[in-house]
Nanobody, 122 residues
C-alpha cells in the first residue's frame, strides 16, 4: 500500500512561485512514475504533469507548460512541483499520484494523497 502526503500549499500573490512536496511511503518509490493533479472548486480534476520513475522524462499539461517543473528525489522518496508565474486560475487543491507511464501517457493508479491547497490571490 502506497501512502502519499502532500505539503507546501499556501496563499501566494499573482506572479509568485511555490514548491509543493509529496512524501511517499509504504512501497518502492523509485518503481512508480509520479504525477501531480489539481482540482479547483466546481471543476474536474486536472492533470498537471508527470515524471517517469527514474526522473528522466517529464510531461506537462497545457495550462502549466513553461511554468511548472516536476522533479523527484528517489533517495528521500519525495516528489516536487515547482510553479512559477502563478495566476489566480492556478488556485486549486493539488494532489500527487503514483502510477505508470505507457507510450507517453500517464496511467493513474488509485494511490492519492489528501491534497494541499494553493490559493493565488492579491
Amino acid at each position: 500500500q502506497v501512502q502519499l502526503v502532500e505539503s507546501g500549499g499556501d496563499l501566494v500573490q499573482p506572479g509568485g512561485s511555490l514548491t509543493l512536496s509529496c512524501e511517499v511511503s509504504g512501497s518502492t518509490f523509485s518503481g512508480y512514475a509520479m504525477a501531480w493533479y489539481r482540482q479547483a472548486p466546481g471543476k474536474e480534476r486536472e492533470f498537471v504533469g508527470y515524471i517517469t520513475s527514474g526522473g528522466g522524462a517529464t510531461k506537462y499539461g497545457d495550462s502549466v507548460k513553461g511554468r511548472a517543473t516536476i522533479t523527484r528525489d528517489n533517495v528521500k522518496n519525495t516528489l516536487y512541483l515547482q510553479m512559477n508565474s502563478l495566476k489566480p486560475e492556478d488556485t486549486a487543491v493539488y494532489y500527487c499520484n503514483a502510477g505508470r507511464v505507457y507510450s507517453g501517457t500517464y496511467l493513474a493508479q488509485n494511490f492519492w494523497g489528501q491534497g494541499t491547497q494553493v490559493t493565488v490571490s492579491s
